[in-house]
């Protein structure tokens, strides 16, 4: 079983829609949760950075941290056809060693 | 600013071979780190290196190797490569390694025949 798991999609949704994103993992040890953008052809792009739970929020996005769940979620508002993309999760622990797990990454496509 | 470079963009190699990728960091960052991202897959951790030191090694075997230069560029090795070697090869930088945010290139995609 993967230490990150989440929701495959794809997912599809008219432009305007609030979309929502969730990954679930298993390590206690993970403190601090990212979420990436990633295009077709492109590197992954840094969208939000949380260190333990809470919320955090920038701009159309909302970032979720549930520790004692274990599920992290990422809201986007007002979505856009430009935000049509894959969109992971990334966790890492307390350590120096630079580590960061992925999940597979949810597709997904705003239509206008 | 330049971001992430990553060179070559694009690789064919036959089983067997040997393949050296680069990498140049933001301008400023002091940490590199590896990732390789098979298709339909997140990226699976494979070094990180800060100040020409590796922090840290995925599970990945030993033809696998890296190494950090003093102007902080980097390369990854891969000997004796195997078709599922094939994949995106993705390069981050941040500015302290350890839990730093990740800049990541465009890769590499490898193809592997």
């Known amino acids: 079983q993967k230490e990150v798991e989440q929701d495959p999609g794809p997912l599809s949704v008219p432009e305007g829609a609030i979309v929502s994103l969730n990954c679930t993992y298993s390590n206690s040890a993970f403190q601090y949760f990212m979420w990436y953008r990633q295009y077709s052809r492109k590197g992954p792009e840094l969208l939000m950075y949380?260190?333990?739970?809470g919320n955090k929020e920038d701009g159309r996005f909302t970032a979720q941290v549930d520790k004692s769940s274990k599920y992290i979620s990422l809201f986007i508002r007002d979505s856009q056809p430009s935000d049509s993309a894959t969109y992971l999760c990334?966790?890492?622990?307390?350590?120096?060693?630079?580590?960061?797990?992925f999940g597979d990454g949810t597709t997904l496509t705003v239509k206008p | 600013d330049a971001g992430v470079t990553q060179s070559p963009t694009h690789l064919i190699k036959t089983r067997g071979q040997q393949v050296t990728l680069r990498c140049s960091p933001i301008?400023?960052?002091?940490?590199v780190s590896w990732y390789q991202q098979v298709l339909g897959q997140g990226p699976q951790f494979i070094f990180q290196y800060y100040e020409k030191e590796e922090r840290g090694r995925g599970n990945f075997p030993d033809r696998f190797s890296a190494r950090q230069f003093p102007n902080y560029s980097s390369e990854l090795n891969v000997n004796a490569l195997l078709l599922g070697d094939s994949a995106l090869y993705l390069c981050?930088?941040?500015?302290?390694?350890?839990?730093?945010?990740?800049?990541f290139g465009n890769g590499t995609r490898l193809t592997v025949t």
């Open positions: 990334a966790m890492s622990g307390n350590t120096n060693a630079g580590k960061s797990t």
């Open positions: 301008s400023g960052h002091k940490s």
């Open positions: 949380t260190y333990s739970s």
């Open positions: 981050a930088s941040s500015p302290l390694g350890g839990n730093s945010p990740l800049h």
